[in-house]
């Protein structure tokens, strides 16, 4: 504020062990973050704070956020997205809010499940419709994937905290796209932590929904549906042809912006879930603040061919030391409008980082 006063942007400090990180929105609403995390970036806090105004704006409105009439309702109010807002900051199995990309998995049967999707959305009168696990979408219709940021992001992690419920019928503001006005989320849950999501207004009614409307289209789809259960936390379906050495792995498609995170490819070894999520989270931070080009969409054409040329397309990292069979590695490769970076166990040579992770790029390119 002090700063302000004088024509001064500030946007960050840092203490001894702290680091502190703010931001405006809308000339009404500042949020401060305060981090002890070691060696956290201000990238990952700045947009920890994006996503927290994402989800005070899609459970309240901006017109309650930057027209504050009564501070004391208004804070009654807020209360709706603090379930949401705790789990961005506890240790979450996704990644949505750091890359700003749709969390997806990939269901062995996508093409059956895609269909009765589209069919079920015509019937139900709406474009907007999802299929949900574990806060991960498995399929959804183009209106679904049309939804901007950060409500793509939001109303999937939304559906994954809540706690469960067969059916739900839940007022959402589009952060991006209807921040005024709102819709009615409509979830309906299929098998357990497998949710029907569908965005819609004033129709139609939840009872037209469920259960008739659901059993026509899904109870056929019963062994399909079963099958995308254990997708929550491995994201690939099983028997997928991974390296033995990857350890966990996030692709971007930087474009479509939907990612596929995972740290359980291939069972337990060391280190924990907990560490690989945390390892792939702080490399994709360092490299996307340190080493490639921007993300919205590709590179922007420059005159500068000279910087064009220098743009790096690979890195590694070797946490440790590099002697063999010591020390975890992470590659990030970037082709087109793909990213991947790769959590490596210590036994994978240096020198055929590299290759690896460009023969992992094309076999998940089809995927994603």
């Known amino acids: 504020m002090f700063g302000q006063n004088l024509e001064v942007q500030l946007s960050s400090a840092r203490t001894e062990n702290t680091t502190v990180v703010w931001k405006s929105f809308h000339d009404s609403i500042t949020l401060i973050v305060l981090s002890s995390e070691v060696g956290i970036s201000e990238l990952r806090l700045e947009r920890l704070l994006q996503m927290v105004f994402g ?107 809540l706690p469960p419920q067969t059916a739900r019928d839940y007022p959402v503001y589009l952060p991006h796209g209807s921040p005024t006005v709102p819709h009615r989320l409509l979830t309906l849950t299929l098998l357990p932590s497998l949710e029907l999501c569908l965005l819609c207004g004033p129709s139609p009614p939840l009872s037209q929904l469920y259960p008739q409307l659901l059993e026509r289209w899904w109870q056929p789809l019963l062994d399909p549906l079963r099958a995308c259960l254990p997708l929550g936390p491995r994201a690939l379906p099983s028997g997928f042809p991974l390296h033995t050495d990857i350890l966990g792995l996030l692709l971007l498609h930087l474009e479509l912006k939907r990612c596929l995170f995972t740290v359980e490819p291939l069972g337990d070894k060391e280190p924990s879930p907990e560490q690989r999520r945390r390892l792939l989270r702080n490399f994709y931070t360092l490299v ?28 590694y990292l070797v946490l440790g030391t590099e002697e063999p069979g010591t020390g975890v590695r992470l590659v990030a490769l970037q082709l087109g409008l793909r990213r991947l970076l790769l959590l490596l166990s210590p036994q994978s040579p240096t020198h055929g980082l590299r290759s690896l992770a460009t023969h992992t790029l094309h076999a998940l390119t089809p995927l994603l």
């Open 55 to 161: 989800a005070m704006v899609l459970l309240v409105g901006l017109e309650e956020l930057t027209n504050i009439r009564n501070v004391e309702r208004l804070k009654k109010d807020l209360r709706a997205s603090y379930c949401l807002i705790d789990s961005f900051l506890g240790d979450s199995e996704l990644i949505g809010d750091l890359t700003q990309c749709v969390d997806c998995v990939i269901p062995p049967e996508g093409s059956l499940l895609q269909e009765a999707l589209s069919g079920f959305a015509e019937a139900a009168g709406t474009t907007f419709v999802s299929l949900v696990v574990s806060g991960r979408v498995v399929a959804a219709t183009e209106g679904w994937w049309r939804l901007g940021t950060p409500e793509a992001v939001l109303l999937p992690w939304l559906v994954g905290s």
């Open 288 to 315: 996307t603040s340190t080493h490639f080009p921007p993300e919205p969409g590709p590179p922007e054409k420059t005159e500068d061919e000279v910087y064009q040329a220098q743009l790096p397309r690979a890195c």
